[in-house]
T-cell receptor, first 113, second 114 residues
Framework: NAGVTQTPKFQVLKTGQSMTLQCAQD?????MYWYRQDPGMGLRLIYY???????DKGEVPNGYNVSRLNKREFSLRLESAAPSQTSVYFC????????????FGEGSWLTVV | AQSVTQLDSHVSVSEGTPVLLRCNYS??????LFWYVQHPNKGLQLLLK??????LVKGINGFEAEFKKSETSFHLTKPSAHMSDAAEYFC????????????FGSGTRLSIRP
């Protein structure tokens, strides 16, 4: 049981380049999330998807787009990368209801130069 | 409005001594509360969770936390620290019925002295 798998693990981009972070979960969860983690700021929600076919903005959505391709997959796209998007990105999933555990991927370290 | 405050950004204890990581929350409704641990360059792992059952919650690796509604606290404790406990710890609030408003504390870095 792989849980939440995200790729790539490491990526270096030049300013203005685009890229997509991929995330897949094999737990049949309805809800999926993308967070970014910056030093001293905990995790901040970028976008989430409460169920297949729906997406909503979180706390810091600017500069990002998402796609809930199917129930398993939730991708995060940076259309024109900026140095401020240098961060560690975590994908997560849960059943969405209160009390249900949130499961996290291993993280993707992104550097924009 | 919901919020979560981890009262210490860094805690340092000696191996074999007790650990206390403090978390206070604010929520309009009965929330679910979680503690997650993150080891360097790793993802987040669930330590324990409170979901309106027993107020004293036992988790993995000897950790436990007590939900105190009157104090709006959910402090994490362990009787005896081990070197492998050195990590970042996050308190998380998941308010009732809102998948979008999962709120993370800013984290507490736990260091263990030999």
């Amino acid at each position: 049981n792989a849980g939440v798998t995200q790729t790539p693990k490491f990526q270096v981009l030049k300013t203005g380049q685009s890229m997509t972070l991929q995330c897949a979960q094999d737990m049949n969860h309805n809800s999926m999330y993308w967070y970014r983690q910056d030093p001293g700021m905990g995790l901040r929600l970028i976008y989430y998807s409460a169920s297949e076919g729906t997406t909503d903005k979180g706390e810091v959505p600017n500069g990002y787009n998402v796609s809930r391709l199917n129930k398993r997959e939730f991708s995060l796209r940076l259309e024109s990368a900026a140095p401020s998007q240098t961060s560690v990105y975590f994908c997560a999933s849960s059943e969405g209801d209160t009390g249900n555990t949130i499961y996290f991927g291993e993280g993707s370290w992104l550097t924009v130069v | 409005a919901q919020s979560v405050t981890q009262l210490d950004s860094h805690v340092s204890v000696s191996e074999g001594t007790p650990v206390l990581l403090r978390c206070n929350y604010s929520s309009s409704y009965s929330p679910s509360l979680f503690w997650y641990v993150q080891h360097p360059n790793k993802g987040l792992q669930l330590l324990l969770k409170y979901t309106s059952a027993a107020t004293l919650v036992k988790g993995i690796n000897g950790f436990e936390a007590e939900f105190k509604k009157s104090e709006t606290s959910f402090h994490l404790t362990k009787p005896s620290a081990h070197m492998s406990d050195a990590a970042e710890y996050f308190c998380v609030v998941k308010p009732y019925s809102s998948a979008s408003k999962i709120i993370f504390g800013s984290g507490t870095r736990l260091s263990i002295r030999p």
